[in-house]
């Protein structure tokens, strides 16, 4: 079965620092791998994905992510961290070999607090 | 364009209560996908419907049941309400079975007393 561990439940930086965001999956072949993104009272807003291919991939607002099939790990980075990027960021990989395609299966999250 | 809507968005139901809750896509999608989200976890898997089909089952209990119309519209239902199924319920749509870019609505938060 699928899994997704995100390691850091809660991370804390400055504004203008940089960020990154662990992701680690379990699934048997090439995975489809999302980053979404909550803020409070909202749904979810797909950042980027990973289908194939170039494996830095590029996102909305700045961020990217890079994955990693030795390490079975997708995190995500941004170079320097906006106040607004403050939210909860969800690792997700989508079931393409299976039966439910539509299924996908997320991390517990992490939440994102930026200092000034 | 008018992205995945939800309603309502705020519900408060007793435990043993019925509860619908309604979805409608983005145009032109067909498939649309339920999710549960508890408080401090990240959202699990209910239902997926196609072509009014559905088309995977997470584990969740029969109480869950999910129908989708003509108009690719989908409804959830949830019987004998648990204090348990309190959560943020998630709809997405995507543009085929197939389609692995889901688009999430706001969701409907269901606090059951």
């Known amino acids: 079965a699928q899994s997704v561990t995100q390691p850091d439940i809660h991370i804390t930086v400055s504004e203008g620092a940089s960020l990154e965001l662990r992701c680690n999956y379990s699934?048997?072949?090439?995975?489809?791998l999302f980053w979404y993104v909550q803020s409070p009272g909202q749904g979810l807003q797909l950042l980027l994905k990973?289908?194939?291919?170039?494996?830095l991939v590029q996102g909305i607002k700045g961020f990217e992510a890079e994955f990693k099939r030795s390490q079975s790990s997708f995190n995500l980075r941004k170079p320097s961290v906006h106040w607004s990027d403050a939210a909860e960021y969800f690792c997700?990989?989508?079931?393409?070999?299976?039966?439910?395609?539509?299924?996908?299966?997320f991390g517990q999250g992490t939440i994102l607090t930026v200092h000034p | 364009d008018a992205g995945v809507t939800q309603s309502p968005t705020h519900l408060i139901k007793t435990r043993g209560q019925h509860v619908t809750l309604r979805c409608s896509p983005i145009?032109?999608?067909?498939?649309v996908s339920w999710y549960q989200q508890v408080l401090g976890q990240g959202p699990q898997f209910i239902f997926q419907?196609?072509?009014?089909?559905?088309?995977g089952r997470g584990n969740f209990p029969d109480r869950f049941s999910a129908r989708q119309f003509p108009n690719y519209s989908s409804e959830l239902n949830v019987n004998a309400l648990l204090l348990g199924d309190s959560a943020l319920y998630l709809c997405?749509?995507?543009?085929?079975?197939?389609?692995?870019?889901?688009?999430f609505g706001a969701g409907t938060r269901l606090s059951v007393l």
């Open positions: 145009s032109g999608h067909k498939s």
């Open positions: 419907y196609y072509e009014k089909e559905e088309r």
């Open positions: 997700a990989v989508g079931d393409a070999g299976g039966t439910s395609y539509g299924k996908l299966t």
């Open positions: 990973y289908f194939s291919g170039d494996t």
């Open positions: 699934y048997g072949a090439t995975p489809y």
């Open positions: 997405a749509s995507s543009f085929s079975l197939r389609a692995q870019i889901q688009y």
